[in-house]
């Protein structure tokens, strides 16, 4: 007779064309969380995910309302006070995706390819997030227990980085309670180099906009006296930066914590050779901080991008004004121990300082996060390489992820325990960008070695 | 009895409501030359006017094909041989307009507000083109003809540049024969200051694309070290000007006439004080080449503009992309002597220059038009300033026009006759800009004042 976990392994395979079928259902709705116009879909996605819960056996399941888009909950504590309980964090928003952006297929039409599924949020976040509920219903369909409690805290708000997730972690820290948290939501560089994240950067983001003149004015009946605020914002983007690309913002980099020769011989395991950044990007040379490696300029390093312009006529042809604004958003990932509102007062001061009379300029914060550094000696952490090693067939690497997580630095500092960051995605997965795919074998060895965890973590000493 | 002119003044006034009916029909067609999607509004408005000659009495009327939108051509040769021909050039194509620019009112539907009719093409051409059909109309309704031959040449593709009228009016130099072309596209200051223009700037405007990523990237797993498009954009348009504002492009003033010092104290008598621009405008403070007085600045100094901007996101809420693109259009209003071609290639080469190879980069030519200066104490011009003075009800100043008209250059080289631009506008009519009105009082003015002019040509000594 197999094992609780072999038996719960063995369901997922039989059961693998129906996952399937329920993760391409929640790839057809739009939850994009950024754009206003897609509320309604919002609320469908949180509904179709508690649904689901309840049908596979969790119990308490809700979408619980907060000032955004509500947290979707739901728990299994059949394994008893005994043993450990498990939060599993995801996300059931998505980034926006048009086809005019460079879809080869309509982003909400789940499109199979190669043993891929092409849709946008398909490796970010909801593939992943559904290894997690297809494991645990995997054990109940078959032994009729898991072997841990698990809790489920699916949120809506990831993509806008989670302004409302804070409060509600600190309004719920009961409800919430357990001993570690588990987020999959990262990635590995190939399929057999499975990789725990330990890190990840913050983020501040925010979005300037000039104002010239009160309307867009004709360029020939009054251009030459009036500052053009696209030549404005132009002239204090390029101020950014200093001449060796690290970032001009007066006390930016003040907080850093400084690599140890230690972290940065680890970094190098998984470093990228120029060819294959220059592969995975299609850039056509490199660029950045030139002290530090490929690797560590996009993991363990702070940037700061511009996310977007606008300004005047973009449309086709020719259109002959001085346009009356211009704008941009402006995004900065920060490393341990930068602190994201102090960053935001750094680059408000300097944008301010450095903008000319002759506009007039406002800096609006967007949104923050702050990055998280996590101890990888902790036996969760452990028992988590041991679950792909089982489970995946690869011993995994400790990584730093250069994207944001906000709930990773709140879950750490907030419930006090480990949160293990256990990536199933690939980094060419083309997260946020056109699309965006997730493979069908990550997808099944992702839920075979989330069964595996469940048992690793019950066998921990308490 | 009065005189035809005084009979034809007389009838203007009377009908002045149907002239601005048949006016208000015009502005309700969207006739947008830069943007394919308004082809058949283009035709429509193209054929409105064909019909409208054709029902006062013109002959040879046709919207005659050209490899863009058709010119309308329509003609009266009833003076006879022995009278002068007045060739009347005007556009009947707008540029674009939404009504969440900032219009009060939908800008194609015509609103009277004031005394002053607001639509989008209501001075940029369409109410002062119409004003020279009208002064005809009022001499064939009254004396049954007029004191001279009148030919009228109505493009579509003014807006955009008229790619296709210099071949147009050497394809038929014999049918548009005159000894004077009159145009209406130009401005005064106040109602009570007609202005004769007798120069007008050049035009060059190109569209620049850089390239850098094949698609946009995930900022958080690829950012630190891809030089961001919109940033290295940002850092070459930075490199436009140098620190007084002249342009920065080698060899950009190389062809520029300076001003002579009584050019400068023609050009000092209609002079904006810092105030009066900053009120028409709404900047906070003026800028440009301080050597210049603002009225040199924006009409007899060549300048580099901002026309557009464009990057990555620009919609509501944070994207966390390094994106693949960035772009701008961007157009210089040039002075004698300076060749459109030649500093597209100026343009070109100083852009590419000052391209870094970390990013691609796309320089695209979309139009040019030649600067024009035209001697003002030709007889025609005195004929025009005459006119002012009787149907008008002051003497006009001569100025320099700031913004292009193409066509100008390429009448005045190619049929080697004199242009008279007689403007009917106000400075402040918003031209381009949202709120596009026009004078109905002007409109009247101009119809009178139009009339007096066939008149006084009439009588020059041929």
Not at 259 to 274: C, F, G, N, Q, V
Not at 355 to 366: A, G, I, N
Request: proline fraction near 8%; charge should be negative; charged fraction near 20%.
């Amino acid at each position: 007779m197999p094992s609780p976990s072999e038996a719960a392994r063995q369901y997922s395979r039989a059961q693998a064309e129906t996952f399937q079928a329920e993760l391409f259902e929640m790839l057809r709705i739009p939850s994009l969380s950024g754009d206003p116009a897609h509320a309604d879909d919002m609320r469908r996605m949180a509904d179709w995910l508690a649904d689901h819960m309840r049908q596979i056996g969790l119990t308490n399941v809700a979408a619980m309302p907060t000032a955004g888009y509500p947290v979707v909950y739901g728990e299994w504590l059949g394994a008893g006070p005994d043993k450990p309980t498990v939060l599993v964090y995801g996300h059931y928003d998505v980034v926006p995706a048009l086809l005019e952006d460079g879809w080869d297929t309509p982003p909400f039409e789940p499109a199979v390819k190669g043993g891929k599924v092409y849709a946008r949020g398909a490796t970010d976040n909801k593939g992943q997030l559904f290894i997690h509920v297809k494991a645990l219903e995997a054990y109940l369909k078959t032994a009729g227990s898991a072997p841990v409690n698990v809790k489920f805290l699916i949120e809506g708000e990831e993509e806008v980085s989670s302004p409302n997730l804070t409060p509600f972690i600190k309004a719920h820290l009961d409800l919430l309670k357990a001993d570690v948290c588990v987020i999959s939501d990262t990635s590995m560089r190939t399929i057999d180099e499975p990789a725990i994240t330990h890190s990840l950067r913050g983020m501040t983001y925010i979005e300037i906009e000039l104002e010239g003149p009160k309307e867009d004015l004709h360029s020939g009946l009054w251009g030459g006296a009036a500052h053009n605020p696209a030549l404005a914002l132009a002239e204090i983007l390029g101020k950014l930066y200093n001449p060796d690309h690290t970032i001009a913002v007066p006390g930016f980099y003040d907080d850093v914590v400084p690599l140890t020769p230690a972290e940065r011989t680890m970094i190098a395991k998984t470093d990228l050779s120029e060819a294959q950044y220059r592969q995975a990007t299609g850039v056509p040379a490199l660029w950045g901080d030139a002290r530090y490696t490929i690797r560590e300029r996009i993991s363990a390093r702070p940037t700061l991008d511009i996310n977007g312009l606008w300004s005047g006529w973009s449309g086709p042809g020719p259109k002959t004004i001085v346009p009356a604004r211009a704008g941009a958003k402006l995004s900065s990932r920060l490393v341990g121990n930068q602190d994201p509102d102090r960053i935001y007062q750094l680059l408000k001061t300097y944008i301010e300082a450095i903008t000319p009379p002759t506009v007039k300029v406002e800096v609006r914060l967007l949104t923050t996060g702050k990055p998280a550094l996590i101890p990888f000696d902790l036996p969760e952490m452990q028992a988590a390489a041991r679950a792909f090693e089982k489970g995946w067939g690869h011993a995994p690497v400790f990584t730093r992820g250069g994207g944001s997580i906000p709930v990773v630095a709140d879950i750490y500092d907030l419930m006090k325990i480990p949160v293990v960051m256990m990536g199933y995605g690939l980094d060419t997965d083309g997260l946020h960008s056109p699309n965006e795919h997730y493979s069908l074998e990550m997808f099944q060895r992702g839920i075979e070695t989330a069964i595996v965890y469940l048992e690793e973590l019950a066998e921990l000493p308490r």
